[in-house]
């Protein structure tokens, strides 16, 4: 049962337009979301986080969004940069579990020059 | 500063065989996970440790895997009797309680079971 889910395993976007990733969750009781950036042979590193009561969270080129009504969040990075390329995994958590994230699959952003 | 380091990079072995697998993780940080990935899939949680609490190890797959933590700073991840399902990328990752939920990578363990 996956309770976070990014659908795309892949994403492909010409440098300097908008990267779009989304991740969608089942758990109504996520309550803290988290999206860590992953390059190869190296451990993920944290972007950037929402809690639920936020819809929209803005960290320089990221920005993430999320519809709690949809169970959906997505990440935007714009203007996007080749050394954006990388996985990008969205994670939750849920109250009183803060530790314990749960991960998406995660998406393969290639940034085309 | 020094981030999460683990050891070995890589590991071969061959099935039925025990394997250790070593995270060091940030210097004051009291808080260790370790997590594993395997092909196409999300990390998936097996372990906890915070401080001297008992560590919480609702994650781990089956009672071949345990982990301990000396000293509330180095752990290891230990799998016995390996099999080729066991083969993934084992991540470790530390955190400052007080933090919140930005946890620290290290660079994973890649262990391949022939």
């Known amino acids: 049962d996956q309770q976070v889910k990014q659908n795309s395993p892949s994403l492909s976007v010409q440098e300097g337009r908008i990267s779009i990733l989304n991740c969608d969750y089942t758990?109504?009781?996520?309550?803290?979301f988290l999206w860590y950036k992953k390059y190869p042979a190296e451990g993920p590193t944290f972007l950037i986080s929402?809690?639920?009561i936020k819809d929209k969270n803005e960290d320089g080129r990221f920005t993430v969004f999320l519809n709690k009504s949809a169970k959906h969040l997505s990440l935007h990075i714009v203007p996007s940069q080749p050394g954006d390329s990388a996985v990008y995994f969205c994670a939750a958590s849920a109250e009183g579990s803060n530790y314990q994230l749960i991960w998406g699959a995660g998406t393969k952003l290639i940034i085309k020059p | 500063g020094a981030g999460v380091s683990q050891s070995p990079s890589n590991k071969v072995t061959e099935k039925g065989k025990d394997v250790e697998l070593r995270c060091d993780p940030i210097s004051g940080h009291t808080a260790l996970y370790w997590y594993r990935q395997s092909l196409g899939q999300g990390l998936e949680f097996l372990i906890y440790f915070q401080g001297n609490s008992a560590p919480d190890k609702s994650g781990l797959p089956s009672d071949r895997f345990s982990a301990e933590r000396t000293g509330g700073s180095v752990s290891t991840l230990t799998i016995q009797r390996t099999q080729q399902e066991d083969s993934a990328v084992y991540l470790c990752?530390?955190?400052?309680?007080?933090?919140?939920?930005?946890?620290?990578f290290g660079p994973g363990t890649r262990l391949t079971v022939l």
């Open positions: 929402i809690s639920s």
């Open positions: 990752a530390s955190s400052l309680w007080d933090e919140g939920d930005e946890q620290f």
């Open positions: 758990n109504s009781m996520f309550d803290y």
